[in-house]
Structures are given as structure tokens and as C-alpha cells.
């Protein structure tokens, strides 16, 4: 098998060899960072979302126009 | 099943208090007096539905604290029954707001729905729940039996547009409409349920793939239609997998990579090679046994609790049946007890249904533990499952804990027997995989 591991070593490109370097605490404070990103992210979508949503109903939009007070 | 820890615990609280806000919400939302009628019913079911599709969301996304607290097994299950709940709560919500705004408008059904489909939002909320509808129609047994794995597991995931079409409904509801705080609590669950999803359906695999560049080394028969994938990698210590986990892979071939199979590792993993063994149970699964070597693997995990960490009594009862030996033949090889202490009894109808067979004895020979092969129709007495049976196998089960892996027929005829007897449900671990 350790033949195998080898031959397939040496069939990693040069780009990829970059990972053998990293070390892992550097790869798992990386996925940290990323993962208070994603969620910083998410948050500042939800606020903003959440800002900018509808303040009045469509149906109260209808009821205004005086169509149908339906409450849905 | 295990029962739920501390932070499990407080976690099903919150859902399940959110769930009444939710709820309590729908009543705020609707006009005063409150009465009882289409109306009422649409705001409730509508937040309700609302509410339970996120969580469905969260409870799917993989996230390894949901899997570690509650386990894949539990989470799956939740899945199953919030899935069409969710599907139903929609469904009633569409109805009765249909019923209710024809009754307002003094308008018959066609003439409502029409006006309904007509306000803003409402086009893409419907399309959402008509996807949604079709996705619980094709889970259906019966229905689900036509299907092949790979075309219900691609139909499955249009959930997350169908979800993500009923978003702008819910926020521009009456319920929630003019309310900023709740519009923005609202929006932040929906944000972070597909952040999770993100984050862990899609950043780690494809992290996993780059860090660890997992290939196919070998594919192996072991048997008529059961083969082992072998596969290697770099760094996969830093994966910690344990002995009785999954992974749901997914080979990047042409013909496979649209579809993630969960499947057990069948050797303790070691820093460079991981195997899994297949039973081909479709044309899906069965082309995996020509995959090519070289073949990139998206692997997602490891998941599952089935682990010796569960391990609470001094000796242990591995059951398998079929290809479920995957998970015990590992776990027999390192459940970390003195083999005078671990019996492994593994059924199947045939002798070269037996996988892993010259495996397993070799580590029974090695470790002095004990397997026990029950082959042959399950009428035959002496392939008798029953708690009593088990008991005569091991001497006495109540210093055991058990650690069960078959087809649902084998696992629910052994639990069966086993919580009739009075084993205690904490001390039977298992796992359950549906395809």
C-alpha cells in the first residue's frame, strides 16, 4: 500500500502539495474564521432583510384600496 | 436510543418554545375579535408551516453539534415526521386563506384563488408549496419505491428552493408584517438555518476535498453484489474518524457525483486510507462498483454516535445482519475491551452473504473475542434473534451493551425483543440508514 501512496504522492500537483505544509491548527483557526464569517454574514443579511421588509400586509394593502378586508 | 444530554435538551426546549411563539404570534396577527374559521386557521398553520420549515432546515444541515448531541439516527427521525408536518401545515395554510378570502369578498373559490395568486409574493409562495407537495408525494412508500435513490435524493433537494420561494411571503405576512423585531428574528433563522446548511453541507466537503484529496485506490468483491472501496488520502487523522461512523460520499465521476450515499467505514481509518463496503441495492449503488481509480471523492463527515464512546458496561453484543456487519466489523476490531468480553453474532440467509467473513475471524482469533454466524431462513430455530436467544448466546445480557446494525425487518425484530424483555433503551445503540 505504501508503494501505492507514493506513486499516488507523486501524482499530486505542485498546487495541491501546498496543503502537506499547512499546519493543522492553522487549518482548524481557519475554519473558525471562516465560520463566525458565514455567520457575521448571515447576520447582516438577516438584519438587513428584516429592515427593509414590508410594513404593511398585501391584504391590508387590498383592504386600503377598499377591495375586500379579507385578514389573511 | 441514548438518552438526550444537557445541551440537547435545552436545545429541543428552545425549538419547541419557539414553536409556541410561533404559534401565539398567529393569534396576535389575526384581527380582533378572534374567532374560530378559515381565517384563524390560515394565520396559525401559516406560522406554524413557516417556523417548521427552518428548523427542518437546521435539523438537516449536518452541523456535526446536531449530530454529536442528538445523532444522525434521531435527527433523521425528526426529520421524517417535521418533513410532512411542515408539507400539511402549508397545505392548510394555502386552503383556508383561499376559503377565508372568498368569504370576505363574497367570491367563490376559483375567483379567490385567482385574486390570492394575484398579490405579491403569493405566485412564488405557491410554486414553493406545490414543490413541496411533490417532494412528500415521491417520499411516500409506495410512490418511493418507483423512484431511484438518486432522482428522490435530487428531487429532495429542491426543498431548499422551495423553502427559499415562501421567504418573502412569510415576511411580508400579517403576522409579521409591521412588526420590525419579529421581520428581523424572522429573517435571522432563515439566515442562519442556510448559513449552517452552507456551512456544513457545502464549505467542509469541499474543504475535506481539498485537504485531504481523497481517491479511490481499489475497488474489491467480497461477495455476489457487496464490494469494499478502498481510499486514499492525505492528513485523514485530522478527519477523527472512529470506528462505527459514516460518511455520506459522493464519487466524482460523470455518472455518480449527483448523488451522496451514506455508507460506514469497514476498517478502522488510518492516517492515509479509509475503505467503506457497498451492497449494490440499485442501478445507483451498483455503479459505483465500476468507479475508476484516481476518482476524486466529496466525502461529508464522519457522522454517527455509534461509537465506543457510548460503551457504558463491561462487555459488549455486536449484532449485524448483512451488509450492516460494515460499522461492527470495525467496532469488533477496536471497541478497546478484552476479547473474553466482546461476542460479535452476524446473520445472514446465505454463507456467501457472510462480508468481511475471513476478516472477522481473523480479529475473533487474534483478540480471543467471540463470533457467532446465524445462517440460514430466520424460521430455522437455531437462527432464533429474540432477546432470550441473545441472552443464551452471551450468558447474560444485562452486562452488556448492545450494539445493533441490519435491515430495518432484522433491527426492529431484535429492539423488539429486546425492549419487551426489559433491556434498557440507553443500552442498545444503533444505526439507521434509509436510502
Redesign the interface.
Known amino acids: ?1 505504501s508503494d ?2 507514493l506513486d ?1 504522492g507523486r ?2 500537483p505542485r498546487i ?1 502539495r501546498l ?2 505544509a499547512v499546519s ?1 491548527s492553522l ?1 482548524r483557526w481557519t ?1 473558525r474564521l ?2 463566525v464569517l ?2 457575521g ?3 447582516a ?3 438587513n ?3 427593509n ?8 394593502v ?1 383592504q386600503q384600496d377598499g ?6 | 436510543m441514548r438518552p438526550l444530554g444537557i445541551r440537547a435538551t435545552t436545545l429541543v426546549v428552545l425549538v419547541y418554545l419557539g414553536a409556541v411563539l410561533a404559534v401565539l404570534q398567529g393569534f396576535v396577527g389575526s384581527e380582533l375579535p378572534i374567532t374560530f374559521g378559515a381565517s384563524l386557521i390560515s394565520h396559525l398553520a401559516g406560522m406554524a408551516a413557516g417556523y417548521g420549515a427552518a428548523i427542518m432546515l437546521i435539523l438537516m444541515s449536518r452541523s456535526p453539534w446536531l449530530e454529536r448531541d442528538l445523532g444522525a439516527h434521531r435527527l433523521a427521525r425528526w426529520h421524517a415526521w417535521t418533513g410532512p408536518l411542515v408539507i400539511l401545515l402549508s397545505v392548510l395554510h394555502a386552503v383556508a386563506a383561499v376559503v377565508a378570502w372568498a368569504k370576505a369578498s363574497s367570491n367563490h373559490l376559483v375567483a379567490a384563488m385567482r385574486d390570492v395568486l394575484n398579490l405579491p409574493g403569493l405566485l412564488t409562495a405557491t410554486v414553493g408549496t406545490v414543490i413541496l407537495v411533490l417532494i412528500g408525494f415521491s417520499s411516500l412508500r409506495m410512490v418511493r419505491r418507483h423512484f431511484s435513490y438518486e432522482r428522490w435524493h435530487f428531487l429532495h433537494l429542491l426543498t431548499y428552493l422551495a423553502v427559499g420561494f415562501g421567504f418573502a411571503h412569510q415576511l411580508a405576512g400579517p403576522d409579521l408584517a409591521g412588526r420590525r423585531w419579529l421581520q428581523i428574528a424572522w429573517a435571522l433563522l432563515y439566515t442562519y438555518a442556510f448559513a449552517l446548511v452552507l456551512r456544513w453541507r457545502v464549505v467542509q466537503p469541499l474543504f475535506q476535498l481539498w485537504r485531504h484529496r481523497l481517491r479511490v485506490e481499489q475497488v474489491r468483491q467480497e461477495a455476489p453484489d457487496v464490494m469494499s472501496v478502498l481510499m486514499s488520502g492525505q492528513h485523514l487523522d485530522e478527519l477523527r474518524a472512529e470506528p462505527g461512523q459514516f460518511f455520506r460520499w459522493r464519487f466524482l465521476t460523470q455518472e455518480t457525483w449527483r448523488s451522496a450515499y451514506p455508507f460506514s467505514l469497514s476498517a478502522p481509518p488510518t492516517r492515509n486510507l479509509l475503505r467503506i463496503t457497498i451492497k449494490a441495492r440499485g442501478d445507483g449503488t451498483r455503479r459505483l462498483f465500476a468507479i475508476p481509480r484516481g476518482t476524486l471523492v466529496f466525502a461529508e463527515g464522519p457522522y454517527g454516535a455509534l461509537t465506543r464512546r457510548r460503551r457504558r458496561r463491561p462487555r459488549v453484543l455486536l449484532i449485524a445482519g448483512g451488509v450492516g456487519i460494515t460499522p461492527m466489523r470495525t467496532l469488533f476490531e477496536e471497541i478497546g475491551l478484552p476479547g473474553k468480553d466482546v461476542t460479535l453474532v452476524y446473520r445472514a440467509s446465505k454463507e456467501q452473504d457472510l462480508v468481511l467473513k475471513h476478516e472477522l475471524d481473523e480479529i475473533a482469533e487474534r483478540s480471543g473475542a467471540r463470533v457467532v454466524y446465524l445462517v440460514g431462513p430466520s424460521s430455522d430455530a437455531r437462527n432464533d434473534m429474540s432477546a432470550h436467544a441473545l441472552n443464551r448466546i452471551v450468558g447474560d445480557l444485562s452486562d452488556h451493551d448492545v450494539y445493533l446494525c441490519g435491515s430495518p425487518r432484522l433491527a426492529s425484530r431484535v429492539r423488539d425483543s429486546l425492549m419487551d424483555s426489559g433491556f434498557p433503551r440507553h443500552h442498545l445503540h444503533e444505526e439507521r440508514f434509509t436510502f
Open positions: 500500500m501505492a501512496a499516488y501524482r499530486i495541491a496543503s502537506v493543522p487549518i475554519l471562516v465560520t458565514l455567520f454574514a448571515a447576520t443579511l438577516g438584519v432583510v428584516g429592515m421588509a414590508p410594513e404593511i400586509s398585501p391584504t391590508s387590498v377591495v375586500a378586508t379579507p385578514d389573511l
